[in-house]
């Protein structure tokens, strides 16, 4: 029975979970080594969203708790960041809250990017992959990981894979033994997940919940991956 707290599983979770496991032997073991299911997190905020995902950038969970709880603290009473208060507020009040000058910069842009309606929820969860990724990385500091991890985890779409992930990497190293880096890993781990379609999302899910450092939906903040 669902907890009120928990998000229903999408009509598809079951089935997706019965083709991940026949499709690849490997992945099913995987998935059996996870305690507890992976339940959808779709948060429609895509505002909110980059802001955290900005702030994770390049630095652990803990650590970008830590900020985005400064961060937040900013914005009372509620700790929301209103895109207006972002760019109203001064470079050196966002860095005491732990926010490199570069990190600063980024997030402004996103905040002028929602000050302009581009940001829009409705309009941007139609668009396909390519098109989705490339509207939010015309915004400084925003790039294909990041639009990745936005499809995943504020849109909740379906068949999303990250081969540049650093926790899909390692993850995907240690279930199938792979030995390649750099290119030649990322077009490995592409052919691996041809036989996930149409589910490469929940495989990516389950495969960072495989390992000891889950990404951060799953915990109290933020993302880690391979870069932006």
């Known amino acids: ?132 990724t490339q509207h939010l990385t015309a915004i400084r500091g925003v790039g294909r990981w990041t639009a990745q991890m936005l499809q995943m985890f504020a849109l909740d779409q379906p068949d999303v894979f990250s081969e540049g992930d650093l926790g899909i990497q390692n993850a995907m190293r240690k279930h199938y033994q792979l030995e390649e880096t750099g290119r030649a890993l990322q077009k490995r781990m592409l052919a691996i997940a041809e036989s996930w379609r149409p589910y490469r999302t929940l495989a990516c899910k389950y495969l960072w919940r495989s390992l000891d450092n889950p990404p951060g939906p799953n915990q109290e903040m933020g993302w880690e991956g391979a870069g932006v």
Do not use: C
């Not at 985005?68 to 960041?81: E, K, S």
């Not at 208060?85 to 910069?105: C, H, M, N, P, T």
């Open 1 to 132: 029975m669902e907890t009120p707290s928990s998000p229903p599983e999408p009509h598809w979770h079951a089935a997706a979970l019965a083709h991940l496991r026949q499709a690849d032997p490997i992945l099913a073991h995987a998935i059996a080594s996870v305690n507890g299911p992976v339940r959808p997190a779709a948060h429609e905020d895509l505002y909110l969203a980059l802001l955290r995902a900005i702030v994770s950038q390049q630095i652990s969970a803990k650590a970008a708790a830590a900020i985005w709880r400064r961060f937040a603290a900013l914005f009372r009473p509620d700790g929301y960041p209103e895109p207006r208060e972002v760019l109203l507020l001064s470079e050196d009040e966002l860095r005491e809250a732990g926010l490199s000058r570069q990190k600063i910069g980024y997030m402004k842009a996103i905040a002028e990017y929602q000050e302009r309606g581009l940001l829009d929820y409705e309009h941007l969860s139609q668009l396909d992959a390519e098109a989705f």
